[in-house]
């Protein structure tokens, strides 16, 4: 029985155990289900030629000895066999390869196989998540055939491009656009046509990055109110003729509503959305204007093209908790992480699951299970533990996804920058710039941006028109050339991510001889960035 | 009674019989407040539909009466939906039900008193038709808006149920349109110019709408409310109301052909008594048909089972008839039985239907669904285990199996808390899912096939440990001894073979390498023998270094092959510990056969023996086969060339030289015993000759003869030369040179077959000798032998304390001794041989 089925034959609390029922795990029960995957897992890894190269000739039988003996890896330890497709050398024949941006890599993609068990798993957790987005309490799925989908996730070979269609094999959704039509347009016109649509005809569920539903609220309101855009209004005028006469019925007493309230109008006065799901860098900037213009609470997920479908958020919306059969978790603590980006050979502990600290900060490692090629990943992501005995939905521990680690300054979840990709950039300019470093840092309206601090070689400072103006545009172009995400984010999201802060000359090298080291290059505490520019700054 | 015509009579009689089957029905039924519900559903329906039938047919006591029954259940009704509403949804609204109670029981006491509607009056037309005139008063407005208000209470709560409780529209949408029909029905009826009955025609899709519900929820079960009783009783009352109603026109046909009032009255008891029965009968054996057989069926299949499994105790026919019983009755063709193998930790696949099925199949004992049904004694069905958050933990390769093996339901076999077994079962042939019934009838056969699987199981594992030998799973001696036993007065055996293995210098090898190893050894070799014989052959271990197997219905040369097999393959394969190389491990077999060797166990037995100890002693690694005329047939590799069927010759120089050595140690110890010695083997020997005895047999009789007071070593000199008869106690010592005998022979391995025949050359034929006071057949030829030509050689001889006896009276004394000293074959012949001059007295030293 398909899931659309299931949902208007099966009783709710049948398909609520079905979907949600590992939330209601407890520790003990959701470690045996890891563990015995694991051990499944150990020994197909194990036996496969990616294993034994990682492993030397040794043979893992239990967990401990897999922690024991397999180092924590990188996608350098798999490029060969993963980007060359090596079949013979993985543990399981794939099904199909996902894709993804390998930032500051050697090879510009990054590729991953998916086996058919961990395609089931994804199916079951994919419809798991519609099971808790579209339900306010437990026991609870209002989602129906024919219901009208916006989708705006990245479509295959990226991972949330796998969401369509399994969705697809489920229930029977109206996707906005149809996803055969939505794959040949691009990302930002598939976006701005399933708006449209929804519009006109009404929107059921939403699935899209944060910045991205945040971005179009926001348009949204402009547009529907009459905002600063002369065009937008006239557009809105022209929506109206073209819409269903429910949502123009919707659409008057909206604005009526509005206009005697004297706000502008936001979504949730024309549109009654039963899932919102949620994925990317930043959620927590835009969750709460999203989920106060859409009148619903966000189901924020982690997923990704190495670790799948990794978590969702329980129905108290206080973090998220792992699905079980997805990837084996292990978790770097956030100093042992920081080493490790200084010293590359230190290999620093791992902790699991039950053994976080509330409040502390993680690096995620993975180990991929069903057939998957990772084995003690470094995902190159930080998660907090926000309480490791879970609240009053669940009793597993439950992390929140904070950012990406430090050497990575991922924006809006659309492009991740890092310390090489800023040099090339320099580099290329031609900008007589001698020192630099880079931090993510937020607007007061917790808009996510990467402030670049840098410092003019001296004897540039009296040949060349150099201002902040000039530097900015200028490495925006180069930021551009070489990154295509970054690019998008201004024409998709029109975010301006640059801001620049030129130095007083020698300010890196009083700093060193202040400190005795250099101040790292990438996200440097705030308290280090002070000190670097102290009494020193040329806005 | 009169009768008056009413049209459409028989939708009234049609809603009758429905509402009183149901009713009834229903009686039979497990209760609850579902079920209340909907009987009083049915029992206001039947009271409105008949009490307004009747006051339309004027029945006795009159319509004024049958009016109030109807108008009072027609006040009732709005209730009886809204109970059945609320209970149905689980309504927890207390206060509220009890009001509207209240309310409906003040209206139906009001109505009785005639406050809302008084009784209509009653108008017959010229043409005979019957009308009743009701004149409603403004009162009726309170009954309608307590009718009006139940229903939105009702259909308020299934809005709510919906919307939420978020309950299933499916399961909500059928009582509703019920309702929905019953209330179009009744305006239908009150709409002028309309003669049909629709309300009561609505009443009756009503009834089968909630019905249907029911069904669906599975509220009840359906077999239980169909009993042929109640069949019986509906359809006889349903009957008798439908005949009753033509009654009238029967009497008016009768009366056309007699006027007789009695015969009219006979004649329509008669018909209206046929009438009914057939009715009855013909509805009985419809629904038999339709589900009591079926049921009837399940419950006869049940009942063969549990007899079946009752009379068999072996594991294999229990879970045949499991298999069969399971297929037949669920329709199945795939169906596995897998038991824990406690050894391996695993359970193992121990039954398939189909005999080609892989059987290679072993299941863990930590596979989540064994977790799951482990605590359960109910089924589990793969469709619901899917759903389940365990499943999520099931291996890819866990799922294939399922998948590979078509798996529905997987059910646990279980003693007591222990799972030691469970059955797979597959999907139904034609596809259609698992039912209740089903389930109820695999958790029969589950109970009553988990009792019978571990009965016997729990025998056969008894019975196993009893004939087992724990080291090497083969038979132990006393099994072996009564299946071969058994094997030769099984008349269809006319031949039958059997070989003695014995390991060649075992003793050595476990000094060398150290008992475990040797232990391997064992194993290793039982393994082998266990391989190569065939299924209907039997194999045990019959001591500690020596295995015996018996071929039933083969002959010797069959034997012979079996053994050059088994003995090939130990020279193929070297034992070897982590490398190193270990000492070839090599064997004496000895075979003899039924009827050409032997003609009963105990020959058997010996003969085989026998040979074995010829092996030993001509070099080892030998196969050496029985034949009774003397000679016997050597097979071996004792030059280490490896060629089979080459021919040993008899070589004791080993051997010889340690018995000259121990009649040396006599001879000087005690000379009279060193003579008495050589006389006794002489005349054993000859003896053993005269008996037909083979050659090798001859000789180890001589040796025996030689060493059989080999003890008398440790006899003090005083009690061995003292002059005189010996005391009690001093006797009681000299009886123990036989076991000091065995003790020196036990310590020269090359001897131990001397054994048999030196331990018993002091008992007796009665069985009252020493040391083992065993009888007849029973003592080895050897030492009957060897008892007969000892006594003679003691009466001929002369002693310290006595003369030497003549002849004669020797062979006289023997003579008289047969069947209770000696062995009455045995004296004939050696008494014979005297007579014949072939014994002659030989040395005659006194000593002392």
């Known amino acids: 029985m398909r899931y659309g089925e299931k949902l208007t034959q099966q009783h709710n609390v049948d398909l609520w155990g079905e979907y949600c029922g590992f939330i209601d795990l407890d520790y003990k029960e959701f470690k045996k289900i890891q563990e015995r995957l694991m051990l499944e897992q150990i020994r197909k890894w194990s036996d496969s030629g990616l294993g034994q190269r990682i492993l030397k000739g040794k043979h893992p039988r239990t967990i401990e000895d897999f922690r024991n003996m397999v180092p924590l890896t990188k996608y350098e330890d798999y490029a060969d066999v993963l980007l060359n497709k090596r079949v013979d050398m993985l543990p399981e024949e794939p099904v199909i390869w996902l894709e993804t941006t390998w930032e500051g890599g050697l090879h510009p993609i990054k590729t991953a196989p998916y086996t058919d068990g961990m395609l089931e798993a994804f199916d079951h957790n994919m419809l798991s998540i519609m099971t808790l987005a579209s339900s306010k309490e437990r026991n609870q799925a209002t989602l129906r055939n024919k219901d009208r989908v916006l989708f705006g996730l990245a479509p295959l070979p990226y991972v949330t491009g796998l969401f369509p269609l399994v969705l697809d094999k489920e229930i029977d959704f109206h996707f906005l656009p149809p996803v055969k039509k939505a794959n040949s347009m691009s990302f930002s016109g598939r976006n701005k046509e399933g708006f449209k649509m929804g519009i006109f005809g009404g929107i059921d569920g939403f699935f899209g990055m944060t910045s991205i539903i945040a971005y179009m609220t926001e348009s949204f309101s402009e547009s529907a109110s009459g905002g600063s855009s002369g065009k937008s209004k006239k557009s809105t005028k022209d929506k109206k003729y073209s819409m269903k006469p429910k949502m123009i019925a919707r659409y008057l007493k909206a604005k009526g509503i509005c206009e005697r309230e004297g706000r502008p109008m936001l979504?949730?006065?024309?549109?009654?959305?039963?899932?919102?799901?949620?994925?990317?860098?930043?959620?927590?900037?835009?969750?709460?204007?999203?989920?106060?213009?859409?009148?619903?609470?966000?189901?924020?997920?982690?997923?990704?093209?190495?670790?799948?479908?990794?978590?969702?958020?329980?129905?108290?919306?206080?973090?998220?908790?792992?699905?079980?059969?997805?990837?084996?978790?292990?978790?770097i603590p956030e100093e042992e992480s920081v080493k490790c980006q200084c010293d590359p050979k230190y290999q620093p502990s791992t902790l699991l699951l039950d053994e976080l600290e509330d409040g502390k900060n993680y690096e995620l490692v993975i180990t991929s299970l069903k057939g998957g090629a990772f084995a003690r990943y470094r995902v190159g992501d930080m998660f907090r533990c926000v309480s490791r005995a879970g609240d009053s939905s669940t009793s597993l521990p439950l992390v929140t996804f904070t950012d990406r680690i430090r050497d990575v300054i991922d924006i809006a979840g659309f492009t991740r920058i890092t310390g090489n990709?800023?040099?090339?950039?320099?580099?290329?300019?031609?900008?007589?710039?001698?020192?630099?470093?880079?931090?993510?840092?937020?607007?007061?309206?917790?808009?996510?941006?990467?402030?670049?601090?840098?410092?003019?070689k001296p004897d540039a400072v009296d040949t060349s028109a150099l201002s902040v103006q000039v530097l900015r545009e200028h490495l925006k172009v180069y930021f551009k050339f070489l990154d295509t995400d970054y690019d998008d984010l201004e024409k998709i999201l029109g975010v301006d991510p640059l801001k620049i802060t030129v130095l007083k000359c020698g300010a890196f090298n009083k700093y060193m001889e202040k400190n005795g080291k250099q101040i790292p290059r990438m996200n440097p505490t705030a308290h280090e960035i002070n000190m670097l520019i102290t009494g020193n700054v040329m806005m | 009674m009169s009768s008056t015509a009413v049209p459409y009579i028989w939708v009234p009689i049609l809603a009758v019989f429905f509402y009183s089957f149901l009713l009834i029905a229903f009686c039979s039924a497990k209760k609850s407040k579902l079920i209340y519900s909907f009987m009083w559903y049915m029992f206001v329906s039947l009271l409105w539909t008949g009490g307004s039938m009747l006051m339309r047919m004027q029945f006795s006591?009159?319509?004024?009466?049958?009016?109030?029954?109807?108008?009072?259940?027609?006040?009732?009704?709005?209730?009886?939906?809204?109970?059945?509403?609320?209970?149905?949804?689980?309504?927890?609204?207390?206060?509220?039900?009890?009001?509207?109670?209240?309310f409906t029981l003040v209206i139906m006491i009001l109505t009785y008193f005639q406050v809302f509607l008084p009784i209509?009056?009653?108008?017959?037309?010229?043409?005979?038709?019957?009308?009743?005139?009701?004149h409603a008063g403004w009162q009726l407005i309170f009954p309608t808006i307590m009718a009006v208000l139940l229903v939105g209470l009702s259909l308020k709560r299934v809005a709510n149920a919906v919307r939420v409780k978020h309950q299933m529209v499916s399961e909500v949408y059928l009582p509703l349109l019920g309702?929905?029909?019953?209330?179009?029905?009744?305006?239908?009826?009150?709409?002028?110019?309309?003669?049909?009955?629709?309300?009561?025609?609505?009443?009756?899709?009503?009834?089968?709408?909630?019905?249907?519900?029911?069904?669906?929820?599975?509220?009840?079960?359906?077999?239980?409310?169909?009993?042929?009783?109640?069949?019986?009783?509906?359809?006889?009352?349903v009957g008798a109301v439908l005949g009753a109603n033509f009654i009238g026109d029967g009497i008016k046909l009768i009366q056309g052909y007699t006027d007789s009032i009695t015969a009219v009255i006979v004649i329509m008891s008669v018909a209206l008594t046929i009438f009914v029965l057939i009715v009855g009968l013909l509805a009985y054996k419809a629904i038999s048909r339709i589900s009591l057989r079926r049921e009837q069926v399940v419950q006869d299949r049940v009942k063969n089972f549990s007899l079946a499994t009752s009379k068999t105790l072996n594991v294999h026919e229990i879970m045949?008839?499991?298999?069969?019983?399971?297929?037949?009755?669920?329709?199945?063709?795939?169906?596995?039985?897998?038991?824990?193998?406690?050894?391996?930790?695993?359970?193992?696949?121990?039954?398939?239907?189909?005999p080609l099925d892989n059987k290679n199949i072993e299941i863990d004992r930590d596979v989540p669904y064994i977790e799951y049904i482990k605590d359960s004694d109910t089924c589990l069905l793969l469709s619901e285990f899917k759903r389940s958050t365990t499943y999520r933990s099931m291996w890819e390769s866990e799922k294939r199996m399922l998948a590979d093996c078509d798996v529905a339901c997987i059910t646990p076999i279980r003693n007591?808390?222990?799972?030691?077994?469970?059955?797979?079962?597959?999907?139904k042939n034609n596809k259609a899912p698992y039912s209740y019934d089903d389930i109820v009838f695999l958790e029969s056969i589950q109970s009553i096939g988990s009792i019978a699987l571990n009965n016997a199981m729990l025998f056969e594992d008894t019975k196993r440990r009893a004939d087992m030998d724990d080291l090497t799973g083969m038979l132990n001696r006393n099994a072996f001894l009564k299946r071969v036993e058994d094997a030769i007065d099984a008349k269809e055996n006319d031949q039958l073979s059997l070989i003695m293995i014995s390991i060649d210098d075992f003793r050595l090898y476990n000094e060398l390498y150290g008992s475990q190893e040797g232990d391997k050894a064992l194993q290793y070799i039982a393994s082998m023998i266990m391989n190569t014989v065939t299924r209907n052959d039997i194999a045990g271990r019959y001591s500690g270094k020596e295995f015996c197997i018996c071929l039933p219905g083969k002959n010797q040369m069959q034997a012979l092959r079996t053994t050059e097999n088994i003995k090939e393959q130990l020279n193929r394969n070297e034992m070897g510990n982590g490398g190193i190389k270990m000492k070839k491990l090599t064997f004496c077999a000895g075979i003899c056969s039924i009827p050409y060797g032997a003609s009963n166990l105990k020959e058997l037995m010996t003969n085989a023996t026998m040979q074995v100890f010829s092996g030993k002693h001509t070099g080892k690694d030998k196969i050496i086969t029985y034949q009774s005329d003397g000679v016997s047939g050597k097979y071996g590799a004792a030059d280490g060339d490896g060629q089979q069927g080459q021919i040993v010759f008899r070589g004791y120089e080993g051997a010889a030289s340690t018995i000259y050595?121990?009649?040396?140690?006599?001879?000087?110890?005690?000379?009279?015993?060193?003579?008495?010695?050589?006389?006794?083997?002489?005349?054993?020997?000859?003896?053993?000759?005269?008996?037909?005895?083979?050659?090798?047999?001859?000789?180890?009789?001589?040796?025996?003869?030689?060493?059989?007071?080999?003890?008398?070593?440790?006899?003090?000199?005083?009690?061995?030369?003292?002059?005189?008869?010996?005391?009690?106690?001093?006797?009681?010592?000299?009886?123990?040179?036989?076991?000091?005998?065995i003790e020196i022979i036990r310590y020269l391995p090359d001897l131990d077959y001397l054994i048999p025949a030196v331990v018993g050359h002091h008992e007796r034929w009665d069985g009252t000798g020493y040391p083992n006071g065993i009888e007849g057949d029973n003592i080895p030829m050897g030492a009957r032998c060897l008892a007969v030509a000892d006594a003679f050689d003691a009466m001929t001889s002369k002693r310290s304390y006595k003369e030497a006896f003549s002849v004669e009276f020797a062979a006289k004394e023997i003579s008289n001794q047969a069947g209770k000293q000696f062995d009455p074959q045995l004296t004939c012949l050696f008494v014979k041989m005297i007579e014949d001059g072939q014994i002659r007295p030989r040395l005659r030293d006194a000593v002392g």
């Open chain 2, 416 to 427: 007591n808390k222990d799972l030691t077994g469970i059955l797979l079962i597959g999907n």
């Open chain 1, 267 to 331: 979504p949730k006065d024309i549109f009654k959305l039963k899932a919102l799901v949620c994925a990317g860098t930043d959620t927590g900037c835009y969750k709460e204007k999203i989920e106060e213009a859409w009148d619903i609470k966000i189901q924020e997920i982690f997923a990704g093209t190495e670790m799948s479908l990794l978590c969702t958020e329980t129905p108290s919306h206080r973090g998220m908790v792992f699905f079980p059969d997805s990837c084996f978790p292990e978790f």
């Open chain 2, 61 to 102: 006591p009159g319509y004024a009466f049958w009016y109030q029954v109807s108008i009072i259940a027609v006040f009732a009704i709005p209730y009886a939906f809204y109970n059945f509403v609320y209970c149905y949804l689980h309504g927890n609204n207390r206060i509220e039900h009890i009001s509207m109670e209240l």
């Open chain 2, 179 to 237: 309702a929905a029909f019953l209330i179009v029905g009744n305006i239908m009826s009150v709409l002028p110019g309309i003669h049909f009955p629709f309300d009561t025609f609505s009443g009756i899709i009503n009834a089968f709408l909630v019905f249907f519900t029911l069904t669906r929820k599975r509220a009840f079960k359906l077999n239980l409310l169909v009993s042929p009783s109640v069949v019986l009783y509906c359809t006889l009352i």
């Open chain 2, 320 to 354: 045949g008839d499991i298999s069969d019983v399971l297929c037949e009755g669920l329709g199945v063709s795939h169906l596995m039985i897998f038991m824990l193998d406690r050894n391996k930790g695993k359970y193992v696949l121990s039954h398939t239907v189909n």
């Open chain 2, 661 to 741: 050595a121990l009649t040396a140690a006599i001879d000087a110890k005690d000379h009279y015993t060193f003579n008495h010695s050589s006389n006794v083997a002489e005349y054993a020997s000859e003896l053993a000759k005269e008996a037909g005895l083979s050659d090798e047999h001859i000789r180890i009789i001589h040796e025996a003869g030689l060493l059989h007071d080999v003890g008398k070593i440790a006899i003090p000199e005083s009690i061995l030369s003292k002059p005189g008869r010996l005391e009690t106690d001093e006797y009681e010592i000299m009886k123990t040179h036989v076991e000091h005998s």
């Open chain 2, 120 to 134: 209509p009056v009653m108008h017959v037309a010229a043409s005979g038709r019957t009308t009743f005139v009701y």
């Open chain 1, 421 to 456: 990709s800023i040099s090339d950039v320099i580099s290329l300019s031609r900008l007589p710039i001698d020192h630099w470093v880079a931090k993510k840092e937020y607007y007061r309206d917790k808009k996510p941006y990467m402030h670049l601090y840098i410092e003019i």
